[in-house]
């Protein structure tokens, strides 16, 4: 059986556990809640798992695999139904432009590593450190609101009818900004399709709030 080593607040791993859900492909959940609280059995022995220390992490047999969007397509080739990706080649590239914006252009900026780097090393208050979130936070969701409104296959997800990848990109992303105090007011269709994601089982199962490790966090844990 596949292991997804994952945390339950990470929105990279959300992004994984939607996939295996919408495909039914059966998984155990590895915490790496000892990893976050710095027990150094742990993290030395997750380093030898994935040297970068961090989720999502997917074992399957022999085979590591990290990198949320690299293990969305490793599930995508070998568990193929239901498709994540759309069978058009422009809607193909289309589901794929909104995840990568997510991943490459919003994610990395507001990581919590980051956001620590810029209060601790750089000596950034909290304040300018969320101005910093909330900027690209903005910029990016922005960009994803006039792709989705001007795009000819957006429907009620944002490819279609049904949830591709674009969509397990959106969705932990919506519930990244909105945790960080965002509003979704000026993304109207975004809050379109993030209240159709959620009435899917897929994505409801997956919620952060529902993960087996979420007891192991006090409520200040920060992601």
Known sequence: MLELYSYYRSTASYRVRIALELKKIPYIYKSVSKLRKGESKFTDEFRKINPQKMVPTLVDGQAIISQSLVIIEYLEERYPQPALLPKDSLARAYSRQIALLIACDIHPLNIKRVREYLTLPMGHNHSEKMDWYHHWVGEGLTAIEYLLTNSQFCGSFCCGDE?????????????????????????????????????????????????????????????
């Open 163 to 223: 949830p591709t990848i674009a969509d397990l990109f959106l969705v932990p992303q919506v519930y990244n900004a909105e945790r960080f105090g965002c509003s979704l007011e000026p993304y109207p269709t975004i809050g379109k399709i993030q209240k159709k994601c959620m009435s899917h089982p897929a994505f409801i199962t997956t919620q952060p709030h529902l993960q087996p490790d979420v007891w192991e966090y006090n409520s200040h844990d920060e992601y």
